[in-house]
Every structure is written in structure tokens, then in C-alpha cells.
């Protein structure tokens, strides 16, 4: 065999390779398998992207759009069950059809804290964009901006990575260990100290509205350790509402913890 039909054969050969691994497979809406060597359109399903050689490398039932704002904006929510807010912020989600992974603070509240800079719950991820509580406006700008559906796709369900329960040998932070009263509504604990003057108005506000509520004084030993745990500070007052945490006090937080939580007004 001649040296140029042995170049001329290998050339072949790589140029094989290249085609393959630009090679698409999908379904389209009337249900034909597609195979292409341009990407799948947005309404694509089942899209497959092959190596050279044929060995897939993404294989899914959500439409190729979708896949891509996923891997170029994965979607984290940080939750508990906090009530109106976590609950809003995981059914717009799921109206939208956004596969996300869900995270509860309370297995690490430290890298919690470490990682959004607060306890305040819910924390959304789209990407880099951080987004504290619960607002749809806020919400649809950056997922839109990520290229995320407005609505679920025809054929598809959104996808949820579930949290991990706490792990045995390391107990969750103190709000997680808190069981709903009998009334249905979460424990209310609330951090003090006898100096601290915005306590007396934060025990007033919850007297007020006829809350019943466990006080714990950071003039022990004990309690200071149990603030720090809960709260990863040492300021005062610190209000618990079940899993909900609200550092320092302002009587619009206070009012929408114990709201969401279904504390009535008075």
C-alpha cells in the first residue's frame, strides 16, 4: 500500500471521529427520531450528544434549552420549612419547570451562613445571581435572564434534588429540632440579654400578638453557646419561629416571621 493512501485512510478516520462527535440525536413533537450535526431546537426531547466513537455524553427528557440554562445556570434553593415564603418559592419553580437542588441550611449552619452571609431563608441560586426570600419579580428576571421556560414544558416535569437529612452523628442546628405545637403552629424561642433594651420591645411586640414564647438570657454560659449555635453571632435579640431565624430586631421582621408562620394579629 502506498504512503499517501495511508494518509489519505487516516485522514478519513479523523474526520470520522470529528463528524460523530458533533452528531445529535432527539426526538421531535411528533415523536421521529432526529439525528443531526447541528444542535436540536429548542422544542427537542430525549437529546442525545455523542463522542467520536458513539458514546453519549448527555442523555435527558428535558428539552435542549432547558439543559442548557441547567448547565450554564444550575438553580440552588436553600430552604426549610419556613412557611409561606419556602413554600412560594418552590412552587414558582416548579410552575416554570425549573430543575433545581434543594438544600436545608440546617445540616451545615455554618457553611450556610458561610455561603449567604445571613440565616435568613429562603436563598435562591440561579447561576452566581443570589437572590434572599421570596419575590416573583426577582425570581422571573433571573431566570429569564438564564434562559429558563416561563412555563413546564409539554412532556416534562420539573426535577428536584431533595436535601439530605441530617446525618445521625451530627445533629442538626437547635431550630431544627423544634416539633410544631399542638396548635399547629411552630415554637417561638427569642434570644436576650438583660442590657440589651430592643429585647424588651421585641418581648413586647410577641406579647402583643399573644404569642407564647420560650426566652433564653445570653448571660449564661449556656445560653450564649446555644445563640451562637442558632444565630452564628452573639447580638441579641435573635427571634426563632419554628426553623425561621431573625437576627437583631425590626418589628416588620418580627411581624412577617410570625405571619408566615400563621401567628394571628391581634
Request: glycine fraction near 8%.
Amino acid at each position: 500500500m502506498k504512503p499517501s493512501l495511508i494518509l489519505i485512510g487516516l485522514a478519513t478516520v479523523l474526520s470520522g471521529a470529528v463528524f460523530a462527535a458533533q452528531i445529535y440525536r432527539w426526538v421531535d413533537e411528533k415523536g421521529n427520531v432526529e439525528w443531526r450535526d447541528t444542535p436540536p431546537p429548542a422544542t427537542a426531547k430525549k437529546v442525545e450528544q455523542r463522542r467520536a466513537g458513539g458514546s453519549m455524553i448527555e442523555t435527558s427528557t428535558l428539552p435542549y434549552s432547558v439543559q442548557v440554562a441547567a448547565k450554564n445556570f444550575p438553580v440552588t434553593i436553600w430552604t426549610t420549612k419556613c412557611g409561606a415564603a419556602c413554600d412560594q418559592a418552590k412552587a414558582h419553580l416548579a410552575r416554570r419547570g425549573v430543575p433545581y437542588s434543594e438544600k436545608d441550611p440546617q445540616i451545615d449552619v455554618e457553611a450556610f451562613q458561610k455561603q449567604t452571609g445571613g440565616n435568613e431563608v429562603p436563598v435562591l441560586y440561579v447561576g452566581r445571581t443570589q437572590i434572599k426570600g421570596y419575590q416573583a419579580s426577582q425570581y422571573d428576571a433571573a431566570l429569564d435572564a438564564a434562559g429558563y421556560p416561563s412555563s413546564v414544558p409539554a412532556g416534562t416535569k420539573p426535577v428536584a434534588k431533595g436535601a439530605e437529612p441530617a446525618p445521625k452523628d451530627k445533629p442538626a442546628a437547635t431550630a431544627a429540632s423544634s416539633k410544631p405545637s399542638a396548635s399547629g403552629l411552630p415554637p417561638v424561642r427569642l434570644y436576650t440579654h438583660p442590657q440589651c433594651v430592643p429585647c424588651g420591645e421585641a418581648k413586647n411586640l410577641l406579647s402583643s400578638r399573644g404569642v407564647s414564647f420560650s426566652e433564653i438570657s445570653a448571660d449564661t454560659a449556656e445560653g450564649l453557646a446555644e445563640l451562637e449555635k442558632v444565630s452564628g453571632g452573639k447580638n441579641v435579640p435573635v427571634l426563632v419561629v419554628g426553623q425561621s431565624i431573625t437576627s437583631g430586631y425590626a418589628d416588620t421582621n418580627f411581624h412577617k416571621a410570625l405571619d408566615d408562620a400563621g401567628f394571628p394579629r391581634q
